[in-house]
């Protein structure tokens, strides 16, 4: 499954969203949508095996986030086992057709890492790729968010952490300026009953040597508590198309979870 007078803005076209937005700093709602409902595992078309687990892709016409289009054909695992993710447009209707995967088993204390091959910290103002546990149907609760996203704003910085509480409102959050040495990066987060704990790394190599960016939600924060599954997705904010009108692809070389 997303976070001045720009500002004031921003924070007005969200208000009517479901999540409530009392964040560390000031960036959208990245899985709020006005489909009720919408934001719930789709009908998938498709099953794929990537990193040991199976997860379903999401094939639906115009829903959340976004709203966007998303397609089955814009997501496959490649021959060295990779996942690729690709927003593109459709010579045929015109449309912009986006990519979520959702895996099939759920996950709980742990720490969750991806391993990225992909100018993420160059992504189109529009564009938003996603690494995340959600609960379907529950927005605003139970949700853990690697974002990297500008929310349609090039001044808005691109790198975003979140996270939602397990019952009632207010998420934390904190946002970075991302400049890769590359295009090879890695990203962790780690679960337990009382913290959520983020850091990333330059390469695929996890050497502290390597981190940028640790943050931990703050002490007594409400966190989520159950095992849910993971998504993976690459879509266009408010729907809107690059403003390069650029297609983009991003891999996933793997995904891996470490119980607690």
């Given at each position: 499954m997303k976070r001045l007078t720009i500002l004031?803005?921003?924070?007005?076209?969200?208000?009517?969203?479901?999540?409530?937005?009392?964040k560390t700093t000031a960036t959208p709602d990245p899985t709020?949508?006005?489909?009720?409902?919408?934001?719930?595992?789709?009908?998938?078309?498709?099953?794929?095996?990537?990193?040991?687990?199976?997860w379903?892709?999401?094939?639906?016409?115009s829903s959340g986030?976004?709203?966007?289009?998303?397609?089955?054909?814009n997501v496959w695992v490649d021959s060295e086992g990779h996942l690729h993710l690709k927003i593109r447009k459709d010579p045929a209707t015109g449309r912009w057709l986006c990519a979520e995967v959702i895996s099939r088993q759920t996950f709980g204390y742990g720490s969750y890492v991806w391993k990225i091959e992909g100018a993420v910290d160059k992504l189109d103002r529009n564009i938003v790729l996603g690494l995340f546990n959600y609960k379907a149907?529950?927005?605003?609760h139970h949700e853990i968010d690697i974002e990297f996203a500008r929310w349609?704003?090039?001044?808005?910085?691109?790198?975003?952490?979140?996270?939602?509480?397990?019952?009632?409102?207010?998420?934390?959050?904190?946002?970075?300026?991302?400049a890769?040495?590359?295009?090879?990066s890695s990203y962790k987060f780690t679960r337990t009953s009382t913290a959520v704990s983020y850091k990333g790394y330059h390469g695929h190599n996890l050497d502290e040597a390597n981190s940028f960016f640790p943050w931990t939600t703050p002490a007594g924060y409400n966190v989520g508590t159950l095992s849910l599954p993971v998504h993976m997705n690459l879509w266009l904010f408010n729907g809107n198309a690059?403003?390069?009108q650029q297609e983009v692809e991003i891999i996933i070389h793997s995904f891996t979870f470490t119980a607690a």
């Open positions: 004031i803005a921003a924070m007005a076209l969200f208000a009517s969203c479901s999540k409530e937005a009392t709020s949508t006005n489909d009720d409902g919408a934001r719930k595992v789709a009908a998938a078309a498709a099953t794929i095996s990537f990193s040991g687990y199976t379903d892709v999401r094939d639906q016409g986030p976004g709203p966007n289009y998303w397609s089955s054909g149907g529950d927005n605003g349609g704003n090039s001044a808005w910085h691109n790198f975003n952490y979140t996270v939602y509480p397990a019952t009632g409102s207010g998420n934390v959050s904190q946002t970075y300026e991302l890769l040495n590359g295009t090879y690059p403003s390069n």
